[in-house]
Each structure stands twice: as structure tokens, then as C-alpha cells.
């Protein structure tokens, strides 16, 4: 999955999540005010003519009316998962945790616009080498300075020993931190899932762990079983195939296996009622995406 097309996802992922608060109406999940730069766009006009670029590329995988609906609901995932993310931080920070590790971190802007440097908090974007040399590249051409208490942590999470990888960077494995590990889960086996979550779980206990999965096929209706379809396509054709899904009973019982507790999991239905609230516009996050945390248990 970590080839040069990866820096397309990060900037189609960047891309929606700018969409989110131009294009819908309020109450917005999430405004991310450098997701249209980090995507390489300067207005919304060159934002309108990248997302009809890029659903005219995805309706090659399911057709018209599957395509407007995957890019109508898509433009929520991104969204959703941050600011779901950033609330688990927030709590997490006033509880005293003071690292925070952002696994494929793509574009994501959390620590050049949302950040307060001076609260403490270090952050350590972990991700491919080729996504974090485009993604600084950008940050210069925006004019965006690096804070000196965010860290590139680059690896590969099929071969680097996460842990291992962090305290070489600066990590402290004594101190508790947030992970956020978004948009990975689906690409990669179960045996490389484990391998991540039992490296997490050799974190100090009360460190917390934020991480999104694709619900089983069997568990979506007809709709969003099509959405899937056309995912899969898409990321195949990136040269990024996924397909590994989960349905909640499965990621819980996963996560108790590698010694995690507290175990909170949201999916569409309570996502959109604390989030989106009554709207005139129908607009709903899709239901096969689900987001959990839970902490690191004492030994």
C-alpha cells in the first residue's frame, strides 16, 4: 500500500475533508482550515473541479448513482474519524497524557493548526517516508512552520517494530500517549493488525488508542454493501488493495486480547446524533465506518 500513488490518497483524504464545511451546510463534524492547501488547491472552485474530477474517476467502479453517493457520504469519513479523534485527545490531555502518536498521518493538520505548542503535548506523525517528504514540501510552499515539539517519524508498519521505531524518535515508552490509527486498518492483514495493537499495548498504561475498521459486508445493507464494492475497486486500482472488515463484536474481542479496556465504539447511528444533529440536507455518515478507543490496561 505505501507506493508513490499513497500521496494521492493522503491528498484526495485532505481533499473531503476541506469539502465537508464548503459544500454542506452547518452544524459541521470538523473544519480543518489547512485540508484545502495540504490538498494542492487553492479555492473552491479548484476544489469543485477536483471532486468532479476524482467521482467521474469513481464511477468507473460502480456507476453513476453509486459514485455521487459514495462521494456524498465520503466526504464525512474523514471528519468524523478527527474529530472523534481529537475529542479522545482533548480528555486524554486533561487526564495529564502528553504524547501523541498519529499513525498514517497523510495530511492530516492537527499540529499546525489545532495545536497549542506551548500545552506541552509532543505529536509524532508516523507514515510512509515519501507522503512525509510531500506533505513538508507543502507545509514550506503554504508558509506553514514545523513546531519544534512535532516529530516525522517515518516506517513501515508491516517490517518496523512501532515501539521500537517511536523511542529512536524521541518517544517516551514510560509516559502514556494517545495513538490515532485512521484509514489503516482495512489494508492489512490480521496478523499485521496484531502486531501494531501489541505494540501499542506495551505502552504505559492509561495510554489510549483511537482506531477506525470497515464493518463486515454481511452487516450493511444493499446500498452501502455497493459503496464497499466501489472502495474496493478504487483502492485496487491505487495499487493499495484492502478488504479487511470487522464487525464490532470481532474488533472488541481483538482488542481485549491485547490487554485494552474501556472499550468505546461508535458507529453511524451515534456518530450522526452527536455530531450532525437535525439537518435539512440529509447528509449522514456512512454506516459502513466505525471508530473505536479504548486504554492500555495495567499488566
Excluded at 469543485?48 to 464525512?76: C, D, I, N, W
Excluded at 474519524?81 to 497524557?97: I, K, N, Q, S, T
Excluded at 472488541?252 to 435539512?280: Q, T
Aim: some cysteine.
Amino acid at each position: 500500500m505505501q507506493t508513490g500513488r499513497a500521496s494521492e490518497t493522503a491528498i484526495i483524504c485532505a481533499a473531503m475533508r476541506a469539502a465537508h464545511p464548503v459544500l454542506d451546510e452547518a452544524p459541521w463534524i470538523f473544519f480543518d482550515e489547512l485540508a484545502m492547501a495540504l490538498s494542492g488547491l487553492k479555492d473552491e472552485a479548484a476544489l469543485r473541479a477536483k471532486l468532479a474530477s476524482h467521482e467521474e474517476y469513481v464511477t468507473a467502479f460502480g456507476g453513476p448513482a453509486t459514485a455521487k453517493a459514495f462521494m456524498r457520504t465520503g466526504k464525512l469519513c474523514g471528519s468524523f474519524r478527527a474529530r472523534f479523534a481529537e475529542d479522545v485527545l482533548a480528555d486524554a490531555m486533561r487526564r495529564g497524557v502528553s504524547q501523541y502518536v498519529i499513525l498514517g498521518a497523510g495530511f492530516d493538520s492537527y499540529a499546525y493548526c489545532r495545536h497549542d505548542p506551548k500545552s506541552g503535548l509532543r505529536v509524532y506523525e508516523v507514515d510512509h517516508p515519501d507522503t512525509q517528504q510531500e506533505k513538508v514540501a507543502r507545509l514550506q510552499q503554504m508558509g506553514v512552520t514545523i513546531p519544534a515539539s512535532t516529530t516525522f517519524v517515518s516506517i513501515d508498519f508491516t517490517q518496523d517494530r512501532l515501539l521500537d521505531t517511536l523511542c529512536r524518535n524521541g518517544f517516551d515508552r514510560a509516559q502514556p500517549a494517545v495513538f490515532c490509527w485512521l484509514g489503516v486498518t482495512w489494508y492489512l492483514s490480521d496478523q499485521d493488525i496484531d502486531g501494531v495493537l501489541r505494540d501499542i499495548a506495551g505502552a504505559a498504561p492509561g495510554s489510549q488508542l483511537v482506531v477506525d475498521y470497515i464493518l463486515a459486508e454481511d452487516l450493511l445493507p444493499d446500498e452501502q454493501r455497493q459503496l464497499l464494492k466501489l472502495l474496493e475497486g478504487m483502492a485496487s486500482s491505487y495499487g493499495e488493495p484492502g478488504g479487511n472488515c470487522f464487525s464490532p463484536e470481532r474488533m472488541a474481542a481483538r482488542l481485549k486480547a491485547h490487554n485494552f479496556s474501556s472499550l468505546v465504539d461508535i458507529g453511524a447511528e451515534e456518530g450522526n446524533a452527536r455530531y450532525l444533529g437535525p439537518r435539512n440536507d440529509g447528509l449522514r455518515i456512512p454506516e459502513f465506518l466505525h471508530i473505536a478507543s479504548a486504554r492500555v490496561a495495567p499488566p
